[in-house]
Every structure is written in C-alpha cells, then in structure tokens.
C-alpha cells in the first residue's frame, strides 16, 4: 500500500477503536443500559455515577487505552519505519489519528453517533503524542483533579482543563527549541480545535453549572 491508503486505513482503524462503547458494555455486563439512567451519558462519569465509583474507573482506563494505543501503534510502526522522519506532514497524519479516536467516541457509528464526551479518550490520546502532547496531558489530567477534588463538578474539571490545553501545548513546545514552526502550528491548532469540540459537548453541562443544577461526586472537597 502506498502512503495515503496506509494512512486512510489507520484513521479508520483509530474510529473503530475510538467507537467502542465501553461504557454501555459495562452498563449491559451490570444489567443496565447506561443511556437510560443516570445523564445518559455513555463516558466514564455516569457509569461511576450509576454503578459505583471502581466502574466508573475501569471505564474512565478502557476509555484512555482505547485512545492511547492506536496512537502509540501509528507512532512505531509507521512513522519510526518512515526515513523522513517527525515532519510536519507525519505531525499532521499522527495528529489525526489521534483525532478519529476521539471522534468515534464522540460519534460511534455503533450507537447512530451518539457517544460521549471525548474527555478520558481524549486524554489517552495525548498520552500517546509524545513527547510534547503526553506532557501537556500529563498537565491536564493534574488540573482536571484539582478542579474536580476541590469543586465536586467533573464537568467544570473537563472544561477547564480542555480549555488549559493550548496553552499547555504552546509553552511546552516552547522549550522544545528543535520543533519546527510548522509543527508548533499544528499542535496548536489541532489542540484549539480538539477544545472547542469537547467544550461543545459540554453545553447542557454549562447551563446546569449556570443554574446550579449540576450534580457533584462524592469525593470531593465541597459535597
């Protein structure tokens, strides 16, 4: 296969992986649909809401793996194989594939496109960018607990975090004094973008922090 049909496969493959819907499998594996209960919501945070705190972690993990590896995967096995290097067209086709995994957990073709969030996959894969996006994810998940652990909302966590990202992305390229302009602009604008989207789908969420209706966890400092 030629270059674009190896990447075209691989985007494909990334949807899939981001598609799955572990948390209605864990909701039928416990006798539940997840959509009917709780926000509806199929992500992480509803199913520890529904079914327990260590239910709610695995799938928070399974999540993160799902977009973490395909990620990782493109990294070694094409990009390493490929003698020009971190360009800036490989930066860009790395950086998509992170993209459709977030997207198929967003938009799973399984569920009629409805899915979740995109924050914990979404975080799995800036992980598997590394090394300047597993930083700033590393970042990112710090201020998400922070927020949450002294708020009790892991919606305001989720957007404040997202919301922290550029930035992140840009001082942490900064420092990097090999990264080329060109890929400084990518990360950035595909990270701007990636914030805007998940800060999207928290709209509900925004209202409900507005009125003073969202719900809180358990394990914060303000119950």
């Not at 009917?36 to 079914?51: C, E």
């Not at 922290?164 to 390229?173: C, E, G, H, Q, R």
């Not at 990636?194 to 009125?211: E, G, M, W």
């Amino acid at each position: 296969m030629n270059a674009t049909t190896t990447w075209i496969c691989w985007l494909f493959a990334a949807y899939l992986s981001g598609s799955i819907p572990f948390g209605l499998i864990v909701g039928r594996a416990k006798g539940k649909d997840i959509r009917k209960h709780g926000s509806g919501n199929i992500g992480a945070t509803n199913v520890g809401r529904v079914f327990g705190t260590k239910w709610g972690a695995i799938c928070f993990t399974l999540d993160v793996l799902k977009g973490m590896l395909p990620v990782l995967a493109y990294k070694m096995i094409v990009i390493n194989s490929n003698e020009s290097g971190d360009t800036a067209l490989a930066t860009i086709g790395w950086m998509t594939i992170a993209a459709a995994t977030i997207l198929g957990h967003i938009f799973p073709i399984w569920l009629k496109f409805k899915g979740g969030k995109g924050v914990a996959t979404g975080l799995g894969a800036l992980l598997g960018l590394w090394p300047v996006m597993t930083l700033a994810g590393v970042l990112v998940a710090a201020l998400w607990f922070v927020v949450v652990y002294t708020t009790g909302y892991v919606s305001l966590g989720s957007i404040i975090a997202v919301a922290a990202l550029p930035l992140l992305v840009t001082v942490i390229a900064l420092t990097m004094n090999h990264l080329a302009i060109t890929q400084l602009t990518i990360y950035i604008t595909l990270t701007t973008l990636l914030a805007a989207v998940v800060i999207l789908r928290h709209k509900s969420n925004i209202t409900r922090l507005r009125t003073g209706t969202e719900n809180k966890v358990s394990w914060s400092l303000r119950k």
